[in-house]
């Protein structure tokens, strides 16, 4: 089983792999952007380090990729990750224009013919209110000149994205605004209730609904 779970920033990705880790017995798979060197001047000046950026986040995720995943479903292991591969470009669509975006389109097509795609992508969905709230309680240094207008461009960018049919991978969105699976474990089940029931694992309820929001 190799399950990924994607969304804009701060919606919360890596709390859910963590806290679904030991409910499948799985590895995880953790994006590291923190060794990012152009990650806070991109946040301050975006046109200048867009592309540095970008190209770094690539190659950085394709070498994590091709190492471990076909290392770990090789070994028979269950994986939860945290990003897809295929989400990269979705930000060099936002953020490069030109030639660099021409550029960064060939080596991504080039990088993505070698990576596995996952059993099931789960896409987890907030307003952009809900998201900003988020990313300032946790309130990371690189993100506290974050504009509120970049996260709800991305949040309309992920949004198009992920509605059409996603590079063969069956998708899961759910709806994150009401739900606090830190603090509600019933939310947290119901979430591992509907990634069973998309896999077909048991065991499993057929009605287990989410909250509305």
Sequence with gaps: ????????????????ARLLQPAFDAELLLEVFEENPFLSDFYSDRA???????????????????????????????????????????????????DELDMYYKVHEALAEKIQKPDLLVYLQASTD?????????????ERQMERSYIHELNLAYEDFFSKPFDHTPILTIDTNNLNIVQNPEHLKLIENRIRQSLNLPPFQQTLPLPEA
Excluded at 79 to 94: G, W
């Design 1 to 16: 089983m190799y399950v990924a779970i994607e969304g804009v920033i701060g919606v919360g990705k890596t709390t859910l």
């Design 48 to 98: 200048r380090y867009a592309f540095q950026t970008q190209i770094f986040f690539l190659l950085s995720r394709y070498h994590q990729q091709r190492r471990t995943v076909h290392e770990l479903l090789a070994a028979g292991k269950n994986l939860i990750a945290d990003y897809t591969f295929a989400k990269d470009a979705l930000f060099a669509r936002i953020n490069l224009k030109g």
């Design 130 to 142: 809900t998201l900003m709230q988020r990313i300032a309680l946790r309130d990371r240094p690189y």
